[in-house]
């Protein structure tokens, strides 16, 4: 079987997306970043449309780094 499984981790300062193969091996990893507004007492705020620009970047760049990744899985 081939395919791949494109996971995200939001976290504080940016989405980090991870593409795996079939057989569990990282096949390539990027993150793009956003802001987080830091307010009074160590409040962190942030946008979630922020967030989904951070999704929508990092999967555009894993699946331009990696030919093939954009198959549907089973193929």
Known sequence: MTGFIL????GTTGDKATLVDAE???VA?????YDTDFGPRGKAEQDAEAWWRGVCTATRQLLER???AATP???
């Open 7 to 10: 996971s995200h981790d939001l």
């Open 24 to 26: 569990g091996q990282v």
């Open 29 to 33: 990893a990027v993150t793009a970043a």
């Open 66 to 68: 990696v030919p093939g």
């Open 73 to 75: 899985w089973p193929a």
